[in-house]
């Protein structure tokens, strides 16, 4: 299906896939007022979800609240640290062939997958073990 995209849709489709990371709606409406393509930010929203029916953006969401947003081209998982709330990307994917596999016992589009693991980073648990940052 393929609706006909605005013009906004375009500009913040085309930011993230120039981006290599996912970033926040926030971030994306400071980044196109940055390169003179300004968009409102209620329409930078509203943008995204279009975007992310259409399958081709994906949302991640953070220990904290906050949603990044970023092109479905990357299949990209990361290691959060509970702690200090750091991503470590991981560049590879365990469960790509798993999707090829859902798509065919279940006739299901799947646009995309999340997968995330939470825990510790080597610095916090350092931290930890010295008792250094403790409570
Ligand atoms: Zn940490
Ligand atoms: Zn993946």
New binding site residues.
């Given amino acids: 299906m393929k609706a006909e995209r605005t013009r906004s849709q375009e500009r913040i489709l085309k930011l993230l896939k120039s981006l290599n990371k996912a970033i926040s709606a926030q971030d994306i409406y400071v980044e196109l007022r940055n390169r003179n393509q300004s968009v409102g930010l209620a329409t930078v929203y509203r943008a995204l979800e279009a975007l992310k029916l259409e399958g081709v953006v994906q949302v991640r969401t953070l220990a904290s609240g906050e949603s990044l947003y970023s092109s479905v081209q990357q ?3 990361h290691l959060t640290c509970l702690q200090c709330g750091r991503s470590i990307a991981i560049n590879q ?4 062939d798993l ?1 090829t596999q859902l798509h065919q016992a279940h006739q299901f589009k799947i646009f ?2 999340t ?1 995330e693991f939470f825990g510790l980073c080597n610095q916090c648990q350092m931290a930890q073990a010295t008792g250094v940052g403790a409570e």
Avoid: A, I
């Fill in positions: 299949d990209k998982h994917c365990p469960v790509h999707e995309y997958h997968l």
